[in-house]
C-alpha cells in the first residue's frame, strides 16, 4: 500500500535523522542497515522496520554480563578517532571490561536517549493508522457504489 511505504520511508528518514543529531554515527552501517517493510495478512497489514541488532543498546543500553567483541571496539576508536596514551588494543580491553561488567546505561554523557521512542511516537503511529484507515473506508465506499450501480440495472 503506498500510504504505508510513504510511512515507512518517512519514519525511516526521522530515524537517521535522530541517530545523526544525537552523535551516535560511528561507521554509518546502523543507518545503512534499516529498512522499512510491509506485508499483507490475512488480519491486514504488518509494517515492519527492521536495523542492526544493536540498536536496542543504541536505544535503552546493555545490561552487564560478557563483554562485546574486541574488534567491534577497535573499530568504533578507529571511527570515533578516539585519541589515548593507550596503546588501541588495551584501550579496547579496558572498554569491552568496563562494558562487561557495568553495562551500558542509556541516557549517558555520549547517548541522550530517545533513538527509537522519540520518532515513533502514538501521534507518528496514529497517523498510520487513520491513513490506512481512510484508505481502507474509500476503497470500500467505491466498491458498495459500484455494486449499488450494478445491481440496480
Known sequence: MREVQEWLNETTTALIENY????????????????????ET?????VI???AKYTEQL?????????PPRQVIL???REKNIQSELKPQTLAYLIQRKIGTEG????NKYN???????VLTNERINDLIKNVGNVILAKQKS???????????
Open 20 to 39: 545523526n543529531r544525537l552523535g551516535l554515527r560511528a561507521s554509518g552501517e546502523w543507518e545503512q542497515s534499516l529498512k522499512g517493510t510491509q506485508e
Open 42 to 46: 490475512e488480519t491486514g497489514i504488518k
Open 104 to 107: 551500558i546505561k542509556v541516557p
Open 112 to 118: 541522550a536517549g530517545g533513538l527509537v521512542t522519540d
Open 143 to 153: 466498491d458498495i457504489l459500484t455494486s449499488l450501480k450494478n445491481g440496480s440495472k
Open 75 to 77: 573499530d568504533w576508536i
Open 49 to 51: 522496520i527492521s536495523g
Open 59 to 67: 536505544s535503552i543500553g546493555r545490561k552487564p554480563g560478557k563483554m
